[in-house]
């Protein structure tokens, strides 16, 4: 079965350091999201990709967030330099096409802990 | 925009009751509305979903939800819960066209014996 592939599972890193998470969607996929949940929380969206382009990026801390899909396919999730509050579930989501009903399926996560 | 509010933030239940998870939302389009279901340290799945036609949907472990246009709600309902359902769950709204998948804050649902 198609899954969304995102590494690394955990990540620890000190503050001020960059870190960065990869998101595999499943093939075909055209829409890709990504999410950040604080613990207790639910998912809010940082960014959303339509193939390449950038739908909205609205939320996404652009001093020190960044977030590409190059060729339409993978992404990054950057952040540097990365602070305490940042540490979170970082969720990457892909569906079949943005302008429709279609389910969003979810990567396992990225633990994210800044120390 | 759209907003998503799930009023209970956690709901005690024994093993074998029926159970109610609320879910109101609100948006200025048409929507589609979605349950998913998160364990400890996983990603979201999908429990079920509502795209259009009958009001009632189900999912294959007997929970349903029905949509509600008048009430803007979407409540999540099962007849007979187990321990293995003990998870948080997630109500989702995505509005017709180009607009985002919007969660709310998540219930807590604890089963026990």
């Known amino acids: 079965e198609a899954e969304v592939a995102q590494s690394p599972r955990y990540k620890i890193t000190e503050k001020s350091q960059a870190v960065a998470f990869w998101c595999d969607p499943i093939s075909g996929h055209a829409t890709l999201y990504w999410y950040r949940q604080i613990l207790g929380q639910g998912p809010e969206l940082l960014v959303q990709?339509?193939?390449?382009?950038?739908?909205?990026d609205s939320q996404l801390p652009k001093d020190r967030f960044s977030a590409e899909r190059l060729k339409g396919v993978d992404s990054t999730l950057k952040i540097q330099p990365a602070e305490l509050g940042d540490s979170a579930m970082y969720l990457c989501?892909?569906?079949?096409?943005?302008?429709?009903?279609?389910?969003?399926?979810f990567g396992q996560g990225t633990r994210l802990t800044v120390v | 925009a759209q907003s998503v509010t799930q009023l209970d933030s956690q709901v005690p239940v024994f093993e074998e009751a029926p159970v109610e998870l609320r879910c109101n939302y609100s948006s200025s389009v048409s929507v589609y509305l979605f349950w998913y279901v998160q364990y400890p340290n996983q990603g979201l799945q999908l429990l079920l979903k509502?795209?259009?036609?009958?009001?009632l949907v189900e999912s294959i472990n007997g929970f349903e939800a029905e949509f509600n246009k008048s009430q803007t709600s979407f409540h999540l309902r099962k007849p007979s819960v187990h321990i293995s359902d003990t998870a948080e769950y997630f109500c989702a709204v995505k509005g017709s066209g180009y607009s985002t998948l919007t969660f709310g804050k998540g219930t807590m649902l604890l089963v026990s014996p």
């Open positions: 990709f339509q193939d390449e382009s950038v739908v909205d």
């Open positions: 989501a892909s569906s079949l096409e943005l302008s429709m009903g279609t389910e969003a399926f």
């Open positions: 509502y795209l259009s036609g009958s009001t």
